[in-house]
């Protein structure tokens, strides 16, 4: 594993972290990993297999199990679960606020921190996260922590499912999104915090290419 790059990108919900980690790994061909959308998923499988959010032995054992794939496409990235294309279902704040309180487990985690280290393979590997810098790939050679106000990141939040078609109500939006802030940066095991040896860049007034093409001048790609 010592031999293989690695570029790390932590931050919060709708910071832009999956975007640009999404756009660097299709333009090296290294591999990928939505460390978010494991939680993600695992949430959404407890509450399709109908286990309590507070039943950790459960949900230790779901993680240990977990039948997941990701599969990067030219636009965008599959997640299957047991077979089933979920990329849609774990995308709501419902599933993003059920997989923070999972991710809060600290034996959950445990269950779920080799696996994600498996995803690092030859050439390389790109991962977004919340502590992907700090916990699961400690040793990086590549760290970036990418963030944005709460506002900005709910206004996209916004836009995403509008485009969609769903409704939503921008100062719930606000208010989900920094209750989560609050839960993952306070959570004993595994804050969300920027990895001392990152690269901290805040995403507020920057467009997608402009962080682009910062990650990409900090890793000299």
């Given at each position: 594993?010592?031999?293989?790059p690695?570029l790390?990108?932590?931050g ?15 333009e090296?061909g290294?591999h ?15 509450l399709k297999h ?5 039943d ?6 779901l ?10 496409d030219?636009d965008r ?9 979920v990329s849609?279902q774990?995308?709501?704040?419902k599933?993003?606020n059920?997989a923070?309180?999972?991710a809060?487990?600290p ?9 994600q280290?498996?995803?690092c393979q ?7 996260g919340?502590?992907?810098?700090t916990?699961?790939f400690?040793d ?8 944005a106000s709460a506002?900005?990141r ?5 836009k995403?499912?509008k485009e969609?078609?769903i409704e ?10 920094s209750?989560?802030d ?12 920027p ?10 007034e920057l467009?997608?290419?402009?962080v682009?093409e910062?990650?990409?001048s900090?890793?000299?790609i």
């Amino acid at each position: 594993m010592a031999d293989i790059p690695v570029l790390t990108i932590d931050g919060p919900s709708g910071s832009g972290k999956g975007t640009i980690a999404q756009m660097i790994a299709r333009e090296l061909g290294w591999h990928y990993l939505d460390s978010g959308a494991i939680y993600r998923v695992l949430a959404f499988a407890s509450l399709k297999h109908q286990i309590p959010a507070l039943d950790e032995n459960s949900l230790v054992q779901l993680a240990q199990t977990l039948d997941l794939q990701f599969h990067l496409d030219d636009d965008r990235l599959n997640v299957l679960l047991e077979g089933e294309e979920v990329s849609q279902q774990i995308r709501t704040e419902k599933a993003g606020n059920a997989a923070s309180k999972v991710a809060a487990i600290p034996a959950v985690r445990a269950a779920l921190l080799q696996r994600q280290r498996d995803f690092c393979q030859q050439p390389g590997l790109v991962t977004d996260g919340r502590d992907m810098g700090t916990v699961v790939f400690p040793d990086a050679q590549f760290k970036v922590f990418l963030t944005a106000s709460a506002e900005e990141r709910a206004l996209r939040r916004y836009k995403q499912l509008k485009e969609k078609g769903i409704e939503s109500n921008l100062s719930d939006l606000i208010t989900e999104i920094s209750e989560r802030d609050k839960r993952d940066s306070e959570r004993k095991v595994a804050p969300l915090l920027p990895a001392t040896d990152a690269l901290i860049l805040d995403s507020t007034e920057l467009g997608i290419a402009a962080v682009y093409e910062k990650v990409c001048s900090y890793c000299a790609i």
